[in-house]
């Protein structure tokens, strides 16, 4: 008598409990990754679209280089005024976390050497679009584009005239 073979059972590893959560959260880390990667991309492509259409040199009112003094207000701002003119310009309003960590650091640069804060740093925009803070008297630099398009801008709107002279007040 010819017996049929049995039928083998085939087992399937199951994916469930801690594996399955594993694999899910690593794809939904995966998507979230990929999102803010696009998003940053497009705001830095906006950015240095943006910087491209100031660093002309033909667009009116717009500068490729300033002076500014800032100083500490007496209501937590910061208060900026044009190095050359004396003009009082928008302050830097709220938290300013960027701001004050950029004009600590080549403040503290001026303090080591002996130098004081009367002087003027220049604010310049580059031939690449990059947005720089700098110290003539120390030569630091900050670039201030490699530390986001947000951050830049910030400091971006003391080359547009169109803000000169505008000051918001509380």
Partial sequence: MNELPSPRLVSRPRLEGWPLASIASLLLAS???AGWSAHEKRQLAQALGTAAGLASSETPGVHRSRQLVFRDAADTSISVVDGQTGQPLQSIEGEAGFARSVLR???RARLKQGLGP???FEL???E?????LSDPLTGHEVDLTA???TNAAVFAVYLKEAH???RREK
Avoid: K
Wanted: glycine share 18%.
């Fill in 118 to 120: 009367e002087q003027a």
């Fill in 105 to 107: 650091s080549l403040a």
């Fill in 31 to 33: 998507l979230v990754l």
């Fill in 164 to 166: 000169w002279g505008t």
């Fill in 147 to 149: 530390l986001g398009p």
């Fill in 124 to 126: 310049r925009r580059t």
């Fill in 128 to 132: 690449a679009g990059g947005l720089v």
